[in-house]
């Protein structure tokens, strides 16, 4: 084998790191705290965000925007993450996101889809990295997101960054009767440094 093996890395416009892919995780049974199923990060992934199919309207009315939402149902995301930044043990932490909110009856639902409330509806995508607004900083894990430029993962440019290993779930909110699947956006991040040949 040569010393002179070429690196190669994926440059943030190629393809592979811009591509956005989905997941669709298994829906959480009806009922309050019960969770969907787990997405498992398989490689360094950005997670950008969820969409919400209702298989089971709610019967809880919550406020969006200003506005009575109802039938809806509500779910929030948790993510777990290796903390430990030694490499010398695993030590795991937890950060809950959300709640987000899939309700209504017409085609003018809060964050886009149709009918976002009711069997059959759709709502999303709602973004998993929350600055913007008054809300300036977002904690997931070890990261620290901060509204600014693009590039430094400020709201709508960088997501959430997941590790191999790293893992997502839904937990359902309090309504009784509301069965959502998720369906989770993300895409490769950009590997650097890596001989190839």
């Known amino acids: 084998m040569s010393l002179n093996n070429p690196t190669r ?3 943030y416009d190629n393809p592979s790191a811009l591509t ?6 298994a829906p959480a049974t009806a009922g309050s705290g019960n969770a969907s199923g787990k997405f498992y990060a398989w490689a360094a992934l950005t997670l950008y965000g969820v969409s919400l199919a209702v298989t089971t309207a709610g019967t809880s009315t919550y406020t ?3 506005t009575a939402t109802s039938p809806a149902a509500q779910v929030s995301a948790i993510i777990i993450q290796n903390t430990n930044t030694t490499g010398t043990a695993v030590s795991f932490g937890t950060t809950t996101i959300g709640p987000f909110t899939a309700g209504g009856t017409s085609t003018s639902t809060a964050v886009g889809g149709t009918s ?5 509806g759709w709502q999303g995508p709602y973004a998993l990295n929350t600055v ?3 809300n300036t900083t977002q904690t997931v894990g070890t990261a620290t997101y901060t509204a600014g430029y693009p590039g430094n993962a400020g709201a709508g440019f960088g997501g959430i960054q997941l590790n191999g290993g790293d893992q997502i779930y839904f ?5 009784a009767t509301a069965v959502l699947v998720p369906t989770i956006q993300y895409s490769l991040q950009g590997v650097t440094g890596n001989i190839l040949s």
């Open 9 to 11: 890395q994926v440059a």
């Open 64 to 66: 969006v925007g200003g």
């Open 20 to 25: 956005r892919q989905a997941a669709q995780l």
């Open 132 to 134: 913007g607004g008054t």
């Open 116 to 120: 976002g409330g009711i069997a059959g």
């Open 171 to 175: 937990v359902n909110g309090t309504d």
